[in-house]
């Protein structure tokens, strides 16, 4: 398994301004992905953080507007820029491929970042 | 990914035993299928995974028909802390980005 910590937990922000979102692993993981859920919904995948090169974005999400940086197997930050109220979620970090298991099958979800635009 | 329906919300009573159909009719040869719980201001939590028959951990069973066009989760005895939402999810295994339907918001009462 493996525990996972995020940074905030909540915030509040003023329109226009950028929030970065740090996600930290006890242990070093093969992948790490960024997630948004709205309140009352389901997650919707933002994009597949790859350490050392440009993360893998979802449709309807551009890094302009979600910069993400993965410097290590353990660490990852998202970006949340120029915000504006729509932006107002929740952010879930997850990993998968956890050291010392060959599996990828079950994924790992920090405990989220709870944003509010106003 | 093949996509998922489930119902939307469930209640049960404390102490019976839940079932959660998960429909998923383009399912593909290689696609598992894993369910997730979610507790309020919490991630989801990966709860149990299976490619056909029958599968049980410590807390639940997942039962897939021949066909593995539909799944049900089964939660035994049910208590108020098993409120939460269900995701049913389909896709190959190493598939990392998971794609969340809706998901069921299971309400047990005392």
């Known amino acids: 398994s493996a525990v996972i910590s995020q940074k905030p937990s909540r915030d509040i922000c003023q329109r226009g301004t950028s929030l970065t979102i740090q996600c930290q692993v006890d242990?070093?993981?093969?992948?790490m992905f960024w997630y948004r859920q709205q309140p009352g919904q389901s997650l919707t995948l933002i994009a597949t953080?790859?350490?050392?090169?440009?993360?893998?974005?979802e449709s309807g999400f551009v890094i302009d507007k979600f910069p993400i940086s993965r410097p290590n197997l353990t660490f990852s930050t998202l970006t949340v820029s120029n915000m504006s109220p729509e932006d107002s979620s929740i952010y879930l970090c997850?990993?998968?491929?956890?050291?010392?298991?060959?599996?990828?099958?079950?994924?790992?979800f920090g405990p989220g970042t709870r944003l509010t635009v106003l | 990914l093949a996509k998922t329906t489930q119902p939307i919300s469930m209640d049960s009573y404390e102490g019976q035993e839940v079932n959660i159909t998960c429909s998923h009719n383009n399912i593909a040869t290689n696609d598992y299928i894993t369910w997730y719980q979610q507790f309020p201001s919490q991630g989801p939590r990966f709860i149990i995974q299976g490619y056909k028959t029958k599968v049980t951990n410590e807390v639940a069973s997942l039962f897939i028909p021949a066909d593995r066009k539909s799944s049900t989760l089964s939660l035994p005895r049910v208590s108020l802390s098993d409120t939460a939402v269900y995701y049913c999810l389909v896709g190959p295994l190493g598939q990392g980005n998971l794609i969340f339907g809706k998901g069921t918001k299971l309400s047990v009462k005392p």
């Open positions: 242990s070093q993981v093969t992948m």
């Open positions: 953080a790859n350490q050392g090169s440009e993360a893998t974005y």
């Open positions: 997850s990993v998968s491929g956890t050291s010392g298991t060959a599996t990828y099958n079950e994924q790992f």
